[in-house]
């Protein structure tokens, strides 16, 4: 069985507050899938464990002894919602440390195939406990992240074009969050009157990611990246994706994405760059 697991990419993010009782932080964040995706293999086998392995440009920085995938199969056992062993072989093409979510993606991936696409909350609770909170994302195709427990799924999905580019930093989410000293107030989530993809893409152009300044301090060349790529014909928006270090525009259509990834290309010949549009 070959699956695909998309990667995701964070249109907002603002950090609300932190949680005393789970010391999460509270966020809410306007998301999408995209059709960059890592493809998953997966078959039953006959030794007495789980025999998972990664390939590709990007499965050299991944554990593997502790990983989500490990996690999820265990847990999912545990709650003996799988009884065989399984061979799994992941091709990495999410870059790693990213801020698109890749390991998470893959574990969501995995609950989807072996559930049925019929997880109820609880389990989704426990794993999301284990595998990272943003874990319910990746269920849905757009919508917003109004806090830990909630997702508001929109009645009209938009496609958007975009252009991701990767710095080969490796940024920290756990660093990242230890960095956030300001909280942002809860927006009021209204997207009723906002019934066309122009008066979305204007809605956020006005948003931002409350972890960008952080990882820009760190690392100055995001802030640069990120300008760099809003100078580009086409593009509505640019900024980072999580706590990144994906950096991203929004693009009028396919094509301008295209012809910024040459021109950044061209600048920048060791970065990953690539094209990616919603699914």
Known sequence: MKLKS???INLSLNVNRKSKKSRL?????YFCLIDLFDQIKIKKNQDRKDIVKFKGKFSKNIN??????IDTL???RERNLISDYYSILVSKKIPVFSGMGGGTSN???LIKYFTKNKINKNLLHI???KIGSDLKLFFYKQGFLKNIKTINVFR???KLNFLLVYPNIRSSTKHVYSKVKKYHLKSKYNLIKINDKNKYINFLTEKNNDLQSIVENKHPIIKKLIIEISQNR???FSRMTGSGSVCYGVFKTEKTAKAALKRIKMKHPKYWVSVAKTI
């Open 6 to 8: 998309y990667s995701k």
């Open 25 to 29: 932080h509270e966020i809410e964040s």
């Open 64 to 69: 593997k002894i502790n990983n989500s995938i």
């Open 74 to 76: 265990n847990i999912l």
């Open 107 to 109: 574990a969501a991936c």
């Open 127 to 129: 794993l999301s406990k």
């Open 156 to 158: 009209k999905r938009y």
């Open 234 to 236: 086409g593009c509505y």
